[in-house]
């Protein structure tokens, strides 16, 4: 009970959403009946299944093995660097950000067992890579998956008007990449031999594949009851080491944007900033997403803006940035575990954030 009930007595980040979440009630107009209708339950299954899941393989002992053969791959840290970018990239476009950073980030982690890396640094690029990469596509992420349905486009369509600043976003991203890290010898640290679970992989990456196509077929939240009783059979130790308190913390993040819209003020500006030149529009959704998270920032939006390019292309930028800008970003930093990665992660992701605003207006006027 102690080891469960330990992330919630210390997540500060959460005990802040509550306080925020507690301040909002006692100033907007709300009915209780409303606030479970403010959460998606599907993120929140979506992120139940993989956080069980990745810690499964995680616990495995798989992903040391996996790592230290990435190490024995390339010889230098730029190389690695640029490799597991690419990758986290790559896999967003159709797994989704969030799917891409529970599959990287753990791998990502058994690379400070073994050698002098930066591991660290590499989580924020693979953070900044997913945001990237996940823009191209409708599928993504959330924010892309609900402006596709909205707007009526064909998956080609969608993806050929996100393309230009996908492309310069990821090739900068890239280029800051080949800076930030050295084209130095990674330096192996001696480790004993690995000694892994093949029985718990394979289970794992069976109720992986049986988790994946269970949210295509949108029977997600009844996939999670065998997932958990196979644990929970086999390897309870997994469930117990599960940072449970990240879904609290989303929960607490939807709500307390439910009740932050329903401001009457807001609800005023908003009508009032909808009504500039499509420069201010990029400019609201870009900086609304700094403050709500670019999801919910959509959400918003397209009660007064149509689900168009301008929108699209704002939003997705908007996940750069704050920590908030994307969910996604909350996801990798937590996944780090170590608290100076949440300063250091901006000092890369405001100037990407700039970067990308100022290449996407100068993209969309000249396109456009």
Same mark, same amino acid.
């Given at each position: 009970m102690a080891t469960l009930l330990k992330p919630f007595l210390h997540d500060r980040f959460l005990h802040l959403l509550l306080l925020l979440g507690l301040l909002l009630a006692c100033?907007?107009?709300?009915?209780?009946?409303?606030?479970?209708?403010?959460?998606?339950?599907?993120?929140?299954?979506?992120?139940c299944g993989l956080l069980m899941l990745t810690r499964g393989i995680e616990s495995s002992g798989y992903f040391e093995v996996l790592g230290r053969k990435l190490i024995r791959r390339f010889r230098h840290e730029r190389a690695l660097a640029l490799f597991m970018v690419c990758g986290a990239a790559l896999l967003s476009t159709f797994l989704t950000n969030d799917v891409a950073l529970f599959i990287?980030? /753990?791998?990502?982690?058994?690379?400070?067992?073994?050698?002098?890396? *930066?591991? $660290?640094?590499?989580?924020?690029?693979?953070?900044?890579?997913?945001?990237?990469?996940?823009?191209?596509? *409708?599928? %993504?992420?959330?924010?892309?998956?609900?402006?596709?349905?909205?707007?009526?486009?064909?998956?080609g369509a969608f993806v050929w008007q996100m393309l230009p600043p996908a492309a310069v976003i990821l090739l900068s991203l890239l280029l800051l990449t080949g800076f930030a890290f050295r084209a130095k010898p990674i330096q192996q640290?001696?480790?004993?031999? !690995?000694?892994?679970?093949?029985?718990?992989?394979? @289970?794992?990456?069976?109720?992986?594949?049986?988790?994946? !196509?269970?949210?295509?077929?949108? &029977?997600?939240?009844?996939?999670?009851?065998?997932?958990?009783?196979a644990y929970l059979l086999m390897a309870r130790?997994?469930? @117990?080491?599960?940072?449970?308190?990240?879904?609290?913390?989303?929960?607490? $993040?939807?709500?307390? !944007?439910?009740?932050?819209?329903?401001? *009457?003020?807001?609800?005023?500006?908003m009508q009032m900033l909808t009504q500039t030149g499509e420069g201010g529009r990029f400019l609201l959704a870009a900086g609304l997403s700094q403050v709500i998270s670019n999801v919910p920032a959509t959400i918003l939006l397209l009660q007064f803006l149509p689900a168009n390019a301008l929108l699209a292309w704002a939003v997705n930028i908007g996940g750069? %940035?704050?920590?908030? %800008?994307?969910?996604?970003?909350?996801?990798?930093?937590? $996944?780090?575990?170590?608290?100076?990665?949440?300063?250091?992660?901006?000092?890369?992701?405001? /100037? $990407?954030?700039?970067?990308?605003? &100022?290449? %996407?207006?100068l993209l969309w006027l000249l396109l456009h």
């Open positions: 100033i907007v107009p709300f009915q209780w009946r409303d606030l479970p209708a403010a959460v998606d339950w599907h993120t929140i299954v979506t992120l990287l980030v /753990p791998l990502t982690l058994t690379l400070r067992q073994a050698t002098t890396l *930066p591991v $660290m640094r590499l989580i924020i690029f693979e953070a900044l890579a997913v945001n990237a990469g996940s823009m191209l596509t *409708p599928i %993504g992420n959330p924010q892309n998956i609900l402006l596709w349905g909205t707007s009526g486009a064909s998956f640290q001696t480790q004993p031999p !690995v000694s892994w679970r093949r029985s718990l992989l394979w @289970l794992s990456v069976a109720l992986y594949l049986l988790f994946i !196509v269970a949210l295509e077929l949108k &029977l997600a939240a009844w996939a999670l009851l065998p997932i958990f009783a130790r997994v469930l @117990l080491q599960i940072d449970w308190s990240l879904l609290v913390v989303f929960i607490a $993040m939807f709500i307390d !944007v439910h009740l932050l819209t329903r401001l *009457p003020a807001l609800q005023q500006g750069f %940035g704050l920590l908030p %800008g994307s969910l996604a970003n909350l996801i990798a930093l937590r $996944m780090a575990q170590d608290r100076r990665i949440w300063w250091q992660f901006h000092l890369f992701s405001i /100037p $990407m954030l700039l970067w990308a605003m &100022l290449c %996407g207006w």
